[in-house]
């Protein structure tokens, strides 16, 4: 039974590019959290999504970020045009209907823009 | 929205000794209180959880207490192992949304 999946575990971009972090929830889980970590600092919630909908995404900054969670395949969020202040851990929650509180957690991937 | 306020935010405490991190939370509407644990480069993992019509909890040698009058809730680690060094974030949840604390870095000496 696979955990939350997420990848790349490492992410390195340059100042413009555009950046794809991927994650697979838990099987049969359709609820999705992204969380945002700064070295040495809490998780910031960013969005909550379940499949094709976006519940919740008061976290997320106004531009340049987004996210999906389609009917088939991980949900995605997607950093444009990134800049150095956006370089940080980002992890991805899943949780089952039946307990959608009950967050597990993916490894995370580390985004380096340089 | 709920805030949620950790204390300490580091912690170093002798081998065998034990561990205890606080946390206050602000929406009366949170009913569900998870404790995650950290270790360098991985993702948090859940370790214990309460919901709001509990006041204690206990696995092996950990527990948690939950003061819903107060807002407050705390995480008791008994016969602290070097193992147990690690990042400590309390959360607390409503319906949609959780949010945590900023987080206990816990040094278990030898």
């Known amino acids: 039974n696979a955990g939350v999946m997420q990848n790349p575990r490492h992410l390195v971009r340059r100042r413009g590019q555009e950046a794809r972090l991927r994650c697979s929830p838990m099987?049969?889980?359709?609820?999705v959290y992204w969380y945002r970590q700064l070295p040495e600092e809490g998780l910031k919630f960013m969005v909550y999504l379940q499949k094709e909908n976006i519940i919740d995404e008061s976290g997320m900054p106004k531009e340049r970020f987004s996210a999906e969670f389609p009917k088939e395949g991980p949900s995605i969020l997607r950093i444009q045009q990134v800049v150095r202040g956006d370089s940080a851990a980002y992890f991805c929650?899943?949780?089952?209907?039946?307990?959608?509180?009950?967050?597990?957690f993916g490894a995370g991937t580390r985004l380096s823009v340089l | 929205g709920e805030n949620v306020e950790q204390h300490p935010s580091t912690l170093s405490v002798q081998e065998g000794d034990s561990a205890v991190i606080k946390c206050t939370y602000s929406?009366?509407?949170?009913?569900?209180f998870p404790w995650y644990k950290q270790e360098l480069g991985k993702g948090p993992q859940l370790i214990i959880d309460?919901?709001?019509?509990?006041g204690e909890k206990k696995d092996q040698r950990i527990a948690v207490t939950l003061n819903k009058t107060a807002k407050h809730f705390s995480l008791h680690i008994t016969e602290t192992q070097p193992e147990d060094s690690a990042v400590y974030f309390c959360?607390?949840?409503?319906?949609?949304?959780?949010?945590f604390g900023a987080g206990t870095r816990l040094t278990v000496k030898p």
């Open positions: 099987k049969g889980h359709s609820h």
């Open positions: 929650a899943s949780s089952p209907s039946i307990a959608k509180n009950i967050q597990y």
């Open positions: 959360a607390a949840s409503g319906n949609n949304d959780m949010r």
């Open positions: 309460i919901r709001s019509n509990v």
């Open positions: 929406d009366s509407a949170s009913n569900y």
